[in-house]
């Protein structure tokens, strides 16, 4: 950086403050929209857990899926 003028290192100061702050802002959106995906995600992948929870609930009383329903499969 060349020798500027206290007005010009004023002026350059406010500037670069302004771009932290525009910066800062675009952060946040995409802070946003990242938590509004992964909100998304989880809730699709609670409803793929209540179907397959339905779908365990109609197996065949010996079957595997009825014995193991409720306990995490490894």
Do not use: F, Y
């Not at 946040?28 to 998304?40: G, P, V, Y």
């Not at 109609?58 to 079957?63: I, K």
Request: proline share 4%.
């Amino acid at each position: 950086m060349s020798k500027m003028t206290l007005a010009e290192l004023v002026e350059e100061v406010s500037r670069r403050q302004a771009a932290l702050e525009a910066a800062e802002q675009r952060t946040s959106i995409a802070h946003n929209d990242e938590t509004e995906c992964l909100n998304q995600l989880n809730a699709t992948q609670k409803a793929i857990d209540a179907a397959v929870e339905e779908l365990r609930k109609g197996a065949p009383r010996d079957s595997e899926w009825k014995r193991t329903r409720g306990v995490p499969v490894p």
